[in-house]
């Protein structure tokens, strides 16, 4: 291939890939995680105001449901974006930092329970600190696991492109081995990862699987310029080889 072509086309992919967010907002209230690979409802509350936009026929007053409802919820959500109907929603999953769990308790990250875990394995843990850019209660490079050093600006200060993220307590769908009856959680208001009884009432936050890219992005004007000289050039490179 023609070495100009080449480099245009290398150019192009640099160019596109580096503007890239984290976080794609493909339109209709749906929200792309680029590295997660998941896709979360804008709105964080959805349940709240299912309830409100049904007269109370859907979802939850104030969003918070225990465990075992909110997995029911998140699995029976449709969202109709332009007459394109998505199903196949989950609540977000806890997957554990290593190779294994290890339910031990730590305030700097180094376990999969407790503040600081930027692991992408924990999709609400991943959100919160490296997507949004939150800090958790505990400095995360405190020497000392067992002791919780106060950091300034802790807390849910950074909502991003979402809706009703709340200040509290939002369930994952994954259940707590250690303990029967027991599931993961993240607490959005301090930054923390541990686990409480299903009976507990918290907050849902839907995600789905892939990408729904809504509404399919056009290349601008420019791009395709760009692009249809670099397919000339292209087809007279090959006449000239004949």
């Excluded at 999709?123 to 958790?136: I, Q, R």
């Excluded at 849902?204 to 050039?233: N, Q």
């Amino acid at each position: 291939m023609n070495k100009i072509v080449v480099g245009a086309l290398v150019l192009c992919g640099f160019t596109a890939s580096s503007a890239q967010a984290a976080l794609i907002d493909r339109g209709g209230g749906l929200i792309y995680d680029t590295v997660l690979n998941i896709t979360w409802l804008q709105d964080a509350n959805y349940a709240a105001t299912q309830y409100v936009s049904s007269g109370g026929a859907f979802g939850d007053a104030d969003g918070r449901m225990d465990w075992q409802d909110a997995r029911s919820w998140a699995f029976n959500l449709v969202i109709n974006v332009g007459g394109v109907v998505y199903d196949n929603w989950r609540l977000p999953t806890v997957g554990p930092i290593g190779t294994t769990f290890n339910y031990g308790f730590s305030n700097n990250g180094t376990t999969d329970s407790g503040y600081g875990n930027t692991s992408p394995n924990s999709e609400l843990a991943y959100m919160f600190y490296v997507n949004l850019g939150n800090l958790g209660l505990c400095t995360p490079n405190n020497s000392d696991p067992t002791e919780c050093k106060p950091q300034s600006g802790w807390g849910l200060a950074n909502t991003g492109p979402f809706t009703n993220l709340q200040s509290g307590d939002y369930w994952s769908g994954k259940d707590y081995a250690p303990s029967f009856g027991d599931a993961w959680y993240f607490r959005t208001a301090e930054g923390r990862q541990d686990s409480d009884p299903i009976s507990e009432e918290f907050h849902g936050w839907a995600v789905r699987d892939g990408d729904v890219a809504i509404p399919p992005v056009p290349l601008p004007a420019a791009a395709w310029l760009l692009l249809s000289g670099l397919a000339g050039l292209g087809f007279l490179g090959r006449r000239r080889k004949h």
